[in-house]
T-cell receptor, first 117, second 114 residues
Framework: AQTVTQSQPEMSVQEAETVTLSCTYD???????LFWYKQPPSRQMILVIR??????QNATENRFSVNFQKAAKSFSLKISDSQLGDTAMYFC??????????????FGQGTTLQVKP | DAGVIQSPRHEVTEMGQEVTLRCKPI?????LFWYRQTMMRGLELLIY????????DSGMPEDRFSAKMPNASFSTLKIQPSEPRDSAVYFC????????????FGEGSWLTVV
């Protein structure tokens, strides 16, 4: 079975600084997707960034980027120029692709990030 | 696009009562998921549908829980009878095959059973 581990329950960063959230996963699959979701106090789950396992290039979305190390099964999220609105819980998630179809997301425990002014 | 729409947003009910949570997926999406979030267990998948057919219901905790998807634009998650340990945020989510497997979540239904 696949597992996702986020070893940092809580983190904080000063506004405008850079912070990196860690995520490791365990799988024997070769074809899968990885995601980072953000959950602000409103509780809504918002997709931050997505990475296909077959792509070597790290995904980037504006201030958000990932460091995907497939051999090490590591998928960290870097937030540059942190903003107060980035304060939220961040979830790393894994999706196996059964026969190329959409699969279910398996989530890590989450990391609570606080951006301080 | 309207996004995934869930109702009710909040519900407080007494133990033993029936609870029905509703979901309207994004138009054109062929996958629908029900997740539950609690402090103790985090986010866990309860069940998901593909083209209105349940594919995996292994996460449904017990017979008190049931889910249906009578058509492509509507799904329900029912708890009968409800218990205090069912208190959680229930998320509905949807995705479309071929869209990069991105799953879009609704705003959640916050259930409190007293």
């Amino acid at each position: 079975a696949q597992t996702v581990t986020q070893s940092q329950p809580e983190m904080s960063v000063q506004e405008a600084e850079t912070v990196t959230l860690s995520c490791t996963y365990d799988t024997s699959e070769n074809n899968y997707y990885l995601f980072w979701y953000k959950q602000p106090p409103s509780r809504q789950m918002i997709l931050v960034i997505r990475q296909e396992a077959y792509k070597q290039q790290n995904a980037t979305e504006n201030r958000f980027s990932v460091n995907f190390q497939k051999a090490a099964k590591s998928f960290s999220l870097k937030i540059s120029d942190s903003q107060l609105g980035d304060t939220a819980m961040y979830f790393c998630a894994f999706m196996k692709l059964p026969s190329g179809n959409t699969g279910k997301l398996i989530f890590g425990q989450g990391t609570t990030l606080q951006v301080k002014p | 696009d309207a996004g995934v729409i869930q109702s009710p947003r909040h519900e407080v009910t007494e133990m033993g009562q029936e609870v029905t949570l509703r979901c309207k997926p994004i138009s054109g999406h062929d996958y629908l998921f029900w997740y539950r979030q609690t402090m103790m267990r985090g986010l866990e998948l309860l069940i998901y549908f593909n083209n209105n057919v349940p594919i995996d219901d292994s996460g449904m905790p017990e017979d008190r829980f049931s889910a249906k998807m009578p058509n492509a634009s509507f799904s329900t998650l029912k708890i009968q009878p409800s218990e205090p340990r069912d208190s959680a945020v229930y998320f509905c989510a949807s995705s479309q095959q071929g869209s990069g497997n991105t799953i879009y979540f609704g705003e959640g239904s916050w259930l409190t059973v007293v």
